[in-house]
């Protein structure tokens, strides 16, 4: 009896054994034709979407997007001074004048003096005089052009030139303030233009980040435009030279640049995927899960799904570029499209590699927006000098100061100008869409939500700087 039991439990074993090793094959031969199935469907998704992108965009892939950009003329491009500047300062440049303890005393309103400290610490820190000469040399390279080199990875690809532009901006910011303080208004204009131009030096570069560092570049050369204009007073030849340099390059489509770019870089990186140049494993977002034997059969496995993941970010990113073609009021009026489309566990890769494009298109709208505030203030200030009083309107500048009425992005409407006590205010409604009477955005004012460009009657100008609070008076810089 226990022999026969033996043999029944050695069969049913033997049986079980069979049926699970059955099951198996049966399922690595359902994962293996799932993704067989998975990639040809795959493929075809692939190859209408690159059939619609090469239909909307022929110069799309990132060989011929570099091809086609525009070169500066030969020893003007204002890309080659950047890292020449960089190099000629220290890596903790200026430190001391942004640390968080110095914003009560450096974070003031543009019509007022820096505290004597902050200048004696911005002379300390501008004391590299080869730098400053090649800085302010940027004046006349309006023009700029940088040809990145991708990593396989492409996400890694370095851009220190890039960032170094936001050094080479501050470098500028400072000599224009010294400039002042040596009662030397045209180096402050020149300084400030070449301020622009340093952020112009980042050209239609193909690279979503580096455009988000132009954006950034441009609005802090604007501001240091508005302390300026709210610490003296400049030439009417000045300040048409001031004006034809923000009007060439607010109009700039930044954002076009940065989706056209990252749509040829993310797409170099989906290929390389693809084809095994790269692997996930190198990739800290997503590499813990494709690491190992498990993650390779992972990894294995998903790369049936790669070409539908390139296809859909392909698809994605021609819907936004599509959309940042249109005039800039086009854009805000249909800004859902810019949402970040919803992620699907068929598509996990593109969805992790989709950006924010909303937040960056808000961003470039804001910069927009600021541009033209500040080209209308230019010819406020240029109508003020020959008539001794501010416009009633915009509308009285267009023929003799302005080409055109200049549009709020956010509306569609003219840019407001509201006359206060001390100057004018010229404003937008910024990103919320809201009229908040020119309550401005700025350091000072982190709460306001319009985005413009602040103008001070001539005597309200230059006023002396505030007393450093007690708590401060005690801490080095």
């Given at each position: 009896m226990k022999t026969l039991l033996a043999r029944l439990r050695s069969r049913w074993l033997m049986r079980a054994v069979i049926a699970i090793f059955a099951i198996f094959i049966l399922l690595i031969v359902w994962k293996i034709g799932e993704r067989e199935w998975t990639r040809s469907v795959s493929n075809q998704e692939l190859a209408a979407a690159i059939e619609e992108t090469d239909r909307s965009d022929p110069d799309w892939r990132w060989e011929a997007l570099n091809a086609k950009r525009p070169r500066p003329p030969e020893g003007r491009n204002g890309a080659d001074l950047i890292r020449l500047i960089k190099n000629q300062m220290s890596e903790d440049w200026g430190k001391p004048l942004f640390i968080q303890g110095w914003e009560p005393v450096r974070d003031i309103p543009a019509n007022t003096r820096f505290p004597a400290e902050v200048i004696v610490e911005a002379r300390r820190v501008c004391e590299i005089r080869p730098a400053i000469e090649l800085a302010r040399s940027l004046k006349d390279r309006p023009l700029g052009l940088r040809v990145l080199q991708l990593t396989p990875m492409v996400t890694n690809t370095p851009l220190p030139d890039?960032?170094?532009?936001r050094s080479v901006s501050d470098l500028l910011h400072w000599d224009a303030v010294l400039a002042i303080e040596d009662g030397n208004r045209i180096q402050a204009t020149d300084s400030v233009h070449a301020m622009l131009n340093a952020s112009r030096s980042i050209g239609d570069e193909t690279c979503l980040t580096s455009q988000l560092a132009r954006m950034a570049t441009r609005m802090r050369a604007t501001?240091?435009?508005?302390?300026?204009?709210?610490q003296t007073e400049l030439t009417v030849e000045r300040l048409s030279a001031l004006q034809a340099a923000w009007a060439t390059d607010a109009e700039d489509p930044l954002l076009l640049y940065a989706l056209r770019g990252e749509r040829a870089?993310?797409?170099?990186?989906?290929?390389?995927?693809q084809s095994g140049v790269t692997h996930p494993g190198t990739?800290?977002?997503?590499?813990e899960v494709h690491r190992g034997l498990l993650g390779e059969l992972r990894w294995w496995h998903y790369r049936g799904?790669?070409?539908g993941d390139r296809a859909r970010l392909l698809h994605n990113f021609n819907t936004v570029v599509e959309a940042a073609r249109k005039p800039v009021e086009e854009q805000v009026q249909n800004k859902s499209t810019f949402n970040v489309p919803p992620h699907d566990r068929n598509h996990r890769i593109a969805g992790l590699l989709f950006p924010p494009t909303k937040a960056v298109a808000e961003s470039y709208w804001r910069s927009v927006a600021d541009m033209r505030c500040a080209i209308a203030a230019l010819a406020c200030e240029r109508y003020r000098l020959k008539h001794g009083s501010w416009p009633a309107s915009l509308a009285a500048l267009v023929t003799d100061y302005l080409h055109a009425v200049l549009r709020d992005p956010f509306d569609g409407q003219?840019?407001?100008?509201?006359h206060v006590a001390d100057g004018i205010i010229i404003y937008s409604l910024g990103v919320d869409q809201t009229d908040d009477g020119g309550d401005l955005r700025r350091p000072d004012n982190p709460n306001g939500k319009d985005e413009g460009f602040r103008l001070w009657n001539a005597k309200e100008r230059r006023k002396?700087?505030?007393q450093r609070p007690a708590e401060l008076k005690d801490e080095a810089p």
């Amino acid at each position: 009896m226990k022999t026969l039991l033996a043999r029944l439990r050695s069969r049913w074993l033997m049986r079980a054994v069979i049926a699970i090793f059955a099951i198996f094959i049966l399922l690595i031969v359902w994962k293996i034709g799932e993704r067989e199935w998975t990639r040809s469907v795959s493929n075809q998704e692939l190859a209408a979407a690159i059939e619609e992108t090469d239909r909307s965009d022929p110069d799309w892939r990132w060989e011929a997007l570099n091809a086609k950009r525009p070169r500066p003329p030969e020893g003007r491009n204002g890309a080659d001074l950047i890292r020449l500047i960089k190099n000629q300062m220290s890596e903790d440049w200026g430190k001391p004048l942004f640390i968080q303890g110095w914003e009560p005393v450096r974070d003031i309103p543009a019509n007022t003096r820096f505290p004597a400290e902050v200048i004696v610490e911005a002379r300390r820190v501008c004391e590299i005089r080869p730098a400053i000469e090649l800085a302010r040399s940027l004046k006349d390279r309006p023009l700029g052009l940088r040809v990145l080199q991708l990593t396989p990875m492409v996400t890694n690809t370095p851009l220190p030139d890039t960032q170094s532009t936001r050094s080479v901006s501050d470098l500028l910011h400072w000599d224009a303030v010294l400039a002042i303080e040596d009662g030397n208004r045209i180096q402050a204009t020149d300084s400030v233009h070449a301020m622009l131009n340093a952020s112009r030096s980042i050209g239609d570069e193909t690279c979503l980040t580096s455009q988000l560092a132009r954006m950034a570049t441009r609005m802090r050369a604007t501001r240091a435009l508005e302390w300026v204009l709210a610490q003296t007073e400049l030439t009417v030849e000045r300040l048409s030279a001031l004006q034809a340099a923000w009007a060439t390059d607010a109009e700039d489509p930044l954002l076009l640049y940065a989706l056209r770019g990252e749509r040829a870089t993310l797409d170099v990186l989906m290929e390389n995927l693809q084809s095994g140049v790269t692997h996930p494993g190198t990739w800290p977002e997503v590499g813990e899960v494709h690491r190992g034997l498990l993650g390779e059969l992972r990894w294995w496995h998903y790369r049936g799904w790669l070409p539908g993941d390139r296809a859909r970010l392909l698809h994605n990113f021609n819907t936004v570029v599509e959309a940042a073609r249109k005039p800039v009021e086009e854009q805000v009026q249909n800004k859902s499209t810019f949402n970040v489309p919803p992620h699907d566990r068929n598509h996990r890769i593109a969805g992790l590699l989709f950006p924010p494009t909303k937040a960056v298109a808000e961003s470039y709208w804001r910069s927009v927006a600021d541009m033209r505030c500040a080209i209308a203030a230019l010819a406020c200030e240029r109508y003020r000098l020959k008539h001794g009083s501010w416009p009633a309107s915009l509308a009285a500048l267009v023929t003799d100061y302005l080409h055109a009425v200049l549009r709020d992005p956010f509306d569609g409407q003219p840019v407001r100008m509201k006359h206060v006590a001390d100057g004018i205010i010229i404003y937008s409604l910024g990103v919320d869409q809201t009229d908040d009477g020119g309550d401005l955005r700025r350091p000072d004012n982190p709460n306001g939500k319009d985005e413009g460009f602040r103008l001070w009657n001539a005597k309200e100008r230059r006023k002396p700087a505030a007393q450093r609070p007690a708590e401060l008076k005690d801490e080095a810089p």
